[in-house]
């Protein structure tokens, strides 16, 4: 064998990875024999089982918080579990081992696992992915601090930061020099058209956990963004918008539902209307493929994120056709019930575009998932009102089941790479003892009374008013944890 893809804990277990399909793909068309080796499936799927729920919650604590130390018991079962799937991968004696560290909260097993497994093989360890930063809130970062650590300790032998369609053949030929191998430069990024289709032969697709029978896999119709939100580093370091043909999107969702039977689709792109030709595009063969098929409309369905766009850009003709195509949930960054504040957030939207796209979603059946933002620099109580404010109107949607989620997550936590993080001045924002505004530890200069401690009782009356008003919520109480936590440990230092 020589290569093994390794997928780690901790990811959701919604739907199979993109990253490890796409490596497989790429391995696949260079000639290089591979397998994939899914261990966080198995974690969620087999550990429970093997060594009891409190075991399980407690290891699954431990994944995504550094404060976290194991028992005696549950370290003991942990470290069975590495040994097990560490030995599988010796057994297949591979002369790369290819790991996805997808995001943050997989970097403590990352580092468990490749500690042990360096001691156990001499074939090259290499790691790729968002997780390769110490931040829980950062995408990119041009200084990929946890893969530095791990190269530095002789865990790994490589990384790569940024795409891989172009960095990995290039390394796996021995080319060490390539921009993005061990180095703080981005590999050269690809073109939409030129990435391959995903191989999911490896993944068993049922297993995961996506609420429907014949799972959901994911697809990509784009990177980068079209918009430049002030609190998201997206577009600084993804490399500007590149968005995928309709017809070869469609094609590629079709070829899925020929080979694996699954219906269900999840888009990992920042937005799927981006581009609104390729969107328009994607929708119309959907419709054209079910009619010359003798197919129901949205025999097959597609999530993902969505930006609200003005009513003479997206017209109800639009919404009718995504609405057959196969929309089904759409996840909007609202952020604020606040023109003021979104317009400084660079949203690109108001309140009366909002109030149309929400009501075509209703018309057309098409569901929605708001992602909002608590606790901006210069939110006044006054626009924190209107955040409360369109709760209260969106209530009807809810009733009818348009609107069937809200996260309000942690607070603006102030990321690394972000317009917000790159301009504190134009912000007005200063930081705590000297240093740059940065994570919670700011200030507005003109809004003295958002202190950390007002940011965290406003996330939670947002929340106490949206269950009072019946909004369902995914990991609201883990993230209020998670904020009371931090809390805590600020008080604790200072």
């Not at 790691?127 to 930063?133: E, K, L, P, S, V």
């Not at 899925?256 to 792109?269: C, L, S």
């Not at 569901?367 to 404010?389: C, Q």
Request: hydrophobic share 35%; with cysteine.
């Amino acid at each position: 064998m020589d290569a093994v893809i390794v997928n780690i804990p901790r990811m959701a277990p919604s739907r199979p990875s993109a990253g490890t399909a796409l490596i497989k793909s790429l391995l696949n068309n260079n000639h290089v024999s591979n397998q994939l080796v899914d261990i966080n499936i198995d974690f969620f799927n087999r550990f429970a089982v093997q060594y009891g729920a409190e075991q399980f919650q407690e290891l699954d604590r431990y994944f995504y918080n550094d404060n976290v130390v194991l028992s005696a018991t549950t370290n003991q079962s942990y470290q069975q579990l590495l040994t097990e799937w560490i030995q599988r991968i010796i057994a297949l004696d591979p002369k790369w081992v290819l790991i996805s560290i997808f995001t943050w909260q997989c970097q403590n097993f990352a580092r468990d696992f490749v500690k042990q497994l360096r001691t156990e093989t001499k074939a090259k360890i290499v790691i790729g992915g968002q997780g390769m930063i110490k931040s829980e809130n950062t995408s990119f970062n041009e200084n990929p601090y946890f893969a530095k650590e791990l190269l530095a300790s002789g865990a790994i032998d490589y990384y790569i930061q940024g795409e891989a369609e172009k960095a990995l053949p290039e390394l796996l030929r021995g080319n060490v020099t390539f921009p993005g191998i061990n180095s703080d430069t981005f590999a050269e990024r690809s073109e939409m058209n030129e990435v391959p289709v995903y191989d999911f032969s490896d993944h068993d697709i049922t297993a995961y956990h996506s609420g429907y029978s014949d799972g959901q896999l994911p697809l990509e119709s784009s990177r980068g963004c079209v918009r430049s939100c002030s609190f998201c580093d997206w577009p600084v370091y993804a490399g500007g918008f590149r968005s995928k043909p309709g017809d070869q999107l469609f094609e590629e969702c079709v070829g899925y539902y020929h080979q694996h039977g699954t219906t269900n689709y999840y888009f990992n792109d920042s937005l799927i209307n981006g581009d609104l030709k390729d969107f328009r595009q994607f929708n119309r063969r959907l419709v054209e493929y079910y009619e010359q098929h003798n197919l129901p409309d949205r025999t097959l369905k597609y999530s993902g994120m969505y930006i609200v766009r003005k009513p003479n850009q997206w017209q109800e003709a639009d919404w009718a056709l995504i609405s057959r195509g196969g929309a089904d949930t759409l996840l909007i960054g609202v952020e604020t019930g606040s023109d003021r504040v979104r317009k400084e957030m660079a949203k690109g939207f108001n309140s009366a575009d909002l109030d149309f796209t929400v009501q075509m979603a209703s018309r057309y059946k098409i569901k929605l998932y708001f992602l909002m933002i608590v606790g901006w620099p210069s939110e006044t109580r006054a626009d924190f009102e209107e955040t409360l404010d369109l709760l209260r109107r969106y209530q009807r949607y809810v009733a009818d089941g348009t609107l069937m989620g809200i996260n309000f997550g942690t607070s603006l936590t102030i990321g690394e790479g972000t317009p917000v993080y790159l301009n504190p001045e134009k912000f007005d924002l200063v930081g705590v003892d000297g240093k740059r505004p940065n994570d919670v530890f700011w200030m507005h200069q003109h809004n003295p009374e958002l202190t950390y401690k007002e940011r965290v009782l406003r996330r939670i009356e947002a929340q106490e008013l949206a269950i009072s008003l019946g909004y369902t919520f995914w990991k609201g109480d883990d993230q209020l944890t998670f904020i009371r936590n931090k809390y805590e440990r600020i008080l604790l230092e200072h």
